[in-house]
Every structure is written in structure tokens, then in C-alpha cells.
Nanobody, 125 residues
Framework: QVQLVQSGGGLVQAGGSLRLSCAGS????????ISWFRQAPGKEREFVAG????????YVADSVKGRFTISRDNGVNTVYLEMNSVKPEDTAVYYC??????????????????WGQGTQVTVSS
């Protein structure tokens, strides 16, 4: 099992920046694909960005491409989501999740077995 603890988030003005962190514990964190999802009120949870276990491969949703960057530091068992040029439509609860099995970066949440506690991001216009 991978335990994931999120930090960061909060209130930011449109056009601003924010960084989310996802710290993992457990032996399999450094060998897991880690992704970020988000869920806005009244909407389905959606994939935002993911990173392979090595950090070599990343996959970012079209809706945030060019604005959000995902990275990881396996030395400190942490994955980061750097959010730049944020928009009001980025307002959501953000979750990190671990996929210990798939070697790729699946966008479907069904592949992910361990989840962080969620953190609210609110973008004001």
C-alpha cells in the first residue's frame, strides 16, 4: 500500500500560481505512476496530469497543457503539480493517486488504488 499525503492548495487569483505536493510513504511509491485528478462541484473527477515511476514520462490533460507541470523527486518521495496561469475553471478539489501496476500513465481513475486526502484549490476571478 502507498500512503499519500497532500499539501498546498488554497485561494489564488486568476493568472496566479500555486504548487501542490503529494508525499508518499511505502516501499512501492518510487516504482508507482503518480497522477493528479480533480473534481469540481457537480462534475465528474477528471485526470489532470501523470508521471511515470522514473519521472521520464509525463502526460498532461489538454485543458491544462502549457500551464500545469508535473514532476517528482523520488529521493524525497514527493510528486509536485506546478500550476501557473490558473483560471477560475481550475477550481476543484485536487487528488493525487498511485498506480502500482501499470507501466504507463492511465487517465482512468480505476487503475489507481491509493489516493491522497484531497486539497481544495479555489481560483478567484
Amino acid at each position: 500500500q502507498v500512503q499519500l499525503v497532500q499539501s498546498g492548495g488554497g485561494l489564488v487569483q486568476a493568472g496566479g500560481s500555486l504548487r501542490l505536493s503529494c508525499a508518499g510513504s511505502g516501499r512501492t511509491f518510487s516504482s508507482s505512476t503518480i497522477s493528479w485528478f480533480r473534481q469540481a462541484p457537480g462534475k465528474e473527477r477528471e485526470f489532470v496530469a501523470g508521471i511515470s515511476w522514473s519521472g521520464y514520462n509525463t502526460y498532461v490533460a489538454d485543458s491544462v497543457k502549457g500551464r500545469f507541470t508535473i514532476s517528482r523527486d523520488n529521493g524525497v518521495n514527493t510528486v509536485y503539480l506546478e500550476m501557473n496561469s490558473v483560471k477560475p475553471e481550475d477550481t476543484a478539489v485536487y487528488y493525487c493517486a498511485a498506480d502500482k501496476v501499470t507501466r504507463g500513465i492511465p487517465a482512468l481513475q480505476d487503475f489507481y488504488t491509493d489516493w491522497g486526502q484531497g486539497t481544495q484549490v479555489t481560483v478567484s476571478s
